[in-house]
């Protein structure tokens, strides 16, 4: 029974691990650190799949996911495994495109042999990676350890982002080299701050609920206390940052939580409320919130607002949005191949007269949802929605 049972926990506990590794490892943007992650889904997926064949038992994954996620991985192999050409050179906008002689050339395949094949591996570890992430939060003692993992690990980034943050060039050094720690949109080991931003958003919903879960337990004040210091690091953390959706996106988890909170507690607990304590608590979180709100409206962070939106403006006219309508309008059921995006855009940013120094090469396009499609065409498009909306 024993070792049954450290065979099925061991790719649960790695998936801990990982959990802690991805967001710190510059978000696994980088080559290097995906490489390393997909070989870690690897060996997970190696360990539960013969942990099952061990203890004979199924895993829990519900049909619906798993057949979406192996009709993603059918067209993105046979992308790969058809792709029509590959990529040699290229300037700041243009590719020398070679023939790669397809088996089926009047059948689609990705437009780049190379980075369609290299998107499928990691692509198809992520793949077992969330089947396996199903099976475990099916489990309820094991989905609280993946929530709680995920609420300190956004926690340490928020920390560790504030930190590098107020030290400055000189602490952002540490990690950056000198002409990146210059950059204010940096936060922790992300180079866009953006990306961050959305691994504290879902963080702060999480820390919201555990610090919610032990207000409800009176005889653990030590624990509550933690967790409203955790709350108060993720606030200040997603406030030093500079994405604006990041902000709105707080405010709006906040709000939502809140409110099924106090209805929650309006139809249990309303007749057993201490007011003089409620009253106290009241007050300070509205502290709480008023230096916020102060500080937010003072002369030095009106500067920095204005700073940030001149940069949106500039990102806007680096990355028109007129380029990706011409490339959407013209793409294909199936799209141009996994990560293809790159080698798609050269001959519309040529048609738009942006094949110069000024605007560089584009790897991405800036918006996850061009690029996706893009990528994946209609068809994947179609089945990431659905799959999205699984349960």
């Known amino acids: 029974m024993t070792l049954d049972r450290a065979i099925g926990d061991a790719p649960r506990w790695m998936f801990l691990v990982i959990l802690v590794y991805a967001p710190w490892a510059y978000g696994c943007t980088r080559e290097v650190t995906s490489v390393v992650l997909s070989q870690f889904s690897a060996v997970l997926m190696m360990f539960w799949l013969v942990g099952c064949v061990w203890r004979r038992r199924w895993p ?10 192996t009709l993603l991985l059918l067209q993105g192999w046979w992308m790969a495994w058809n792709a029509h050409s590959y990529h040699v050179y290229r300037t700041w906008t243009t590719v020398a495109r070679i023939w790669d002689n397809p088996p089926l050339p009047a059948w689609p395949g990705a437009i780049d042999r190379y980075f369609a094949q290299r998107a499928m591996l990691n692509f198809t570890a992520m793949t077992a990676f969330f089947l396996f992430a199903c099976d475990l939060m099916s ?6 350890r993946v929530w709680l993992t995920l609420a300190l690990t956004a926690v340490s980034v928020a920390i560790g982002g504030t930190v590098l943050h107020l030290g400055g060039p000189s602490w952002r050094g540490w990690i950056w080299d000198s002409p990146v720690a210059q950059y204010r949109t940096t936060f922790a080991t992300y180079r866009y701050h953006g ?42 953390g997603l406030f030093m940052n500079t994405s604006r959706a990041g902000w709105a996106l707080a405010v709006l988890i906040a709000l939502l939580v809140g409110a099924r909170f106090l209805w929650a507690w309006w139809r249990t607990a309303r007749e057993h409320f201490a007011w003089k304590s409620g009253l106290v608590q009241a007050a300070l979180l509205l502290a709480v919130a008023g230096t916020l709100a102060a500080v937010a ?16 403006e500039a990102i806007q006219q680096r990355y028109p949005t007129e380029v990706y309508h011409a490339l959407v309008r013209e793409i294909g059921v199936l799209g141009h191949g996994p990560d293809c995006f790159q080698m798609a855009l050269p001959p519309y940013m040529e048609v738009f007269g942006l094949a110069d120094e000024q605007h560089g090469f584009w790897q991405h396009a800036h918006n996850d949802y061009y690029e996706y499609l893009a990528n994946w065409g209609w068809w994947g498009l179609a089945l990431c929605v659905w799959l999205s909306g699984v349960r």
């Open 60 to 69: 829990r994954v519900a049909w619906v996911p798993a057949v979406l996620l």
């Open 139 to 144: 489990r309820p003692a094991w989905r609280k």
């Open 195 to 236: 990306n961050a931003a959305s691994l504290m958003s879902i963080g702060w919903a999480l820390v919201l609920g555990w610090t919610i879960t032990a207000a409800s337990q009176r005889a653990q004040p030590l624990r509550l206390a933690g967790w409203v210091v955790a709350s108060l690091c993720m606030v200040f």
């Open 297 to 312: 409206l003072s002369a030095d962070w009106g500067g920095k607002l204005a700073r940030l939106n001149a940069m949106a």
